[in-house]
């Protein structure tokens, strides 16, 4: 809209709400208005004070402006946040935040901007109703909140749907196993000096991992990276709680023991603090459940209580590094199993560890979980510079300890590997034939394109190198 200023012949200036019909110092008629206009960045601008109600001194803006932080994408900063700033220190003699967060684009699948016009956008309601609000939330605080543009992915909202039905499951499995007998509210909350010493080194992992998750979500939140805050509360909840200690604490569970519920407890009631504001529906939701337990203090809301705080003295380096251990251990053993294809409920009658001289006593005291998780009768642990175990085995590393799986309880395995391996060869070795003839063709040579014959070339070698790793295995199993 061109400027409310209007000029007489005699050089009289009138402003106005309305079109003047005559001059207001003169009464002269025939107005001429200014041609210039201000455009739609001068007025919004003036947004970060004219909308609390400036120019009067109203509450509201003495309430809110300045305040802190300003979220933005990168490509109106000039357009529009410098000019925010320098309009509220010409009229207002303030910065009108301290903080801007520059985040991402949220690109179509093709990576097109989003526009209504070109039908490129995508409803936000309908990713809701399809996939969940707290889902939906989740990715785009992941998303929109990293350094580079994102294009829009589906699947990775319907990720975070199942990572909220995973949440879900886990609460209410731990509260099912833990609603026996002899189930106060645990009372875990408190400084560490405080609580009741933990016997498990389990339990320990998980609280000082835990204390860990707090730290780190709080350092993301308070310097704006939500991708590293979600990540990291994704990994915790679904790998280490989830995949590993609800595993190891389901028997202790179910026999009532003290310590598991009160370590659940705790967890529980931070994690639902930690994810709230980014899942605040299933949150609430959850901690009503831990309310109605006594595994929660009443509150009317989670966001009227207090933030968690990472505290030192529950960290536990020594039982880390015992779990770490144990899981990958247990990971090295099962991708051994999955690589020879056995059924995951199919028991081994004894798993053989040739262990270093730091690991040795570690995994002795880890050996029944190891069986447990890994599926063994028994776990012998051996020292350093032990042969292992006679007969076949399928082996692994796990660090630096030798993982021996003995095949003679898995004669039906070995049988199908070796049958497996020998159709592998033989597939390959026809390839082999024909690329080599392909290539010992001179006329074929002479006209393919360049490209064409290298790409045959690298293929003859990949074949080579195959071969001879199928055929060490094979000759190791026959």
Same mark, same amino acid.
């Given at each position: 809209r061109q400027i409310p200023v209007w000029y007489c012949d005699q050089g009289h200036v009138t402003v106005a709400e309305s079109d003047p019909t005559a001059c207001s110092s003169c009464g002269a008629t025939g107005l001429t208005q200014d041609p210039d206009v201000l455009d739609t960045w001068f007025s919004s601008a003036l947004w970060t004070y004219a909308t609390l109600g400036w120019p009067d001194e109203t509450p509201e803006l003495a309430r809110f402006h300045p305040t802190q932080v300003l979220s933005t994408a990168r490509d109106i900063l000039y357009l529009w946040v410098a000019r925010m700033i320098f309009t509220s220190l010409a009229f207002r003699g303030e910065i009108?935040? &301290? =903080? +801007?967060?520059?985040?991402?684009?949220?690109?179509?699948?093709? %990576?097109?901007? $989003? &526009?209504k016009s070109k039908g490129t956008g995508v409803d936000p309601l309908l990713v809701m109703d399809k996939y969940g609000t707290d889902a939906t939330r989740f990715w785009l605080a992941g998303a929109g909140t990293s350094s580079q543009d994102v294009r829009y992915r589906e699947e990775k909202i319907e990720t975070y749907r199942n990572f909220a039905n995973k949440l879900w499951n886990a609460t209410r499995f731990v509260l099912m196993k833990a609603a026996g007998p002899g189930n106060p509210a645990p009372a875990w909350s408190g400084e560490a000096a405080t609580r009741q010493p933990l016997a498990s080194a389990v339990d320990r992992w998980i609280i000082s991992r835990l204390h860990r998750l707090i730290g780190e979500v709080t350092r993301a939140v308070d310097g704006f990276a939500f991708s590293e805050a979600t990540a990291a509360l994704y990994e915790f909840t679904w790998n280490e709680l989830c995949d590993w200690y609800l595993e190891l604490a389901k028997p202790r569970l179910e026999a009532g023991d003290g310590d598991v519920r009160r370590v659940l407890a705790e967890v529980m009631d931070t994690l639902v603090r930690l994810l709230h504001p980014f899942m605040p529906f299933i949150t609430e939701e959850i901690n009503e459940l831990l309310v109605t337990r006594g595994w929660a203090p009443a509150a009317e809301t989670l966001q009227r209580r207090a933030w968690p705080a990472a505290d030192a003295a529950s960290l536990d380096p020594a039982a880390e590094r015992e779990m770490g251990l144990l899981i990958e251990t247990v990971k090295t053993l099962r991708n051994v199993r999955a690589e020879l294809r056995v059924d995951p409920a199919k028991v081994a009658p004894e798993i053989v560890i040739v262990a270093t001289a730091a690991d040795e006593a570690?995994?002795?005291? $880890?050996?029944? #979980? +190891?069986?447990? #998780? %890994?599926?063994?009768?028994? +776990?012998?642990?051996?020292?350093? %510079?032990s042969a292992g175990p006679e007969g076949r085995c399928a082996t692994g590393l796990a660090g630096e300890n030798q993982i021996f799986l003995p095949l003679s309880g898995f004669g039906d395995v070995l049988a199908r590997e070796v049958?497996? #391996?020998?159709? *592998?060869?033989?597939? #390959? *070795?026809?390839? =082999? =034939?024909? +690329?080599? &003839?392909q290539l010992a063709n001179e006329a074929f040579v002479a006209k393919a394109p360049p490209a064409v014959v290298e790409k045959l070339r690298a293929r003859r070698d990949e074949i080579q190198g195959q071969l001879e790793a199928l055929r060490r295995q094979l000759a190791s199993w026959s």
């Open positions: 009108p935040f &301290s =903080q +801007v967060i520059i985040h991402a684009t949220i690109l179509d699948p093709e %990576g097109r901007r $989003m &526009s570690l995994l002795a005291r $880890m050996a029944p #979980l +190891v069986a447990r #998780l %890994g599926r063994a009768d028994r +776990v012998i642990i051996a020292p350093a %510079g049958g497996r #391996l020998g159709k *592998e060869i033989t597939s #390959l *070795e026809g390839e =082999q =034939q024909r +690329v080599s &003839s």
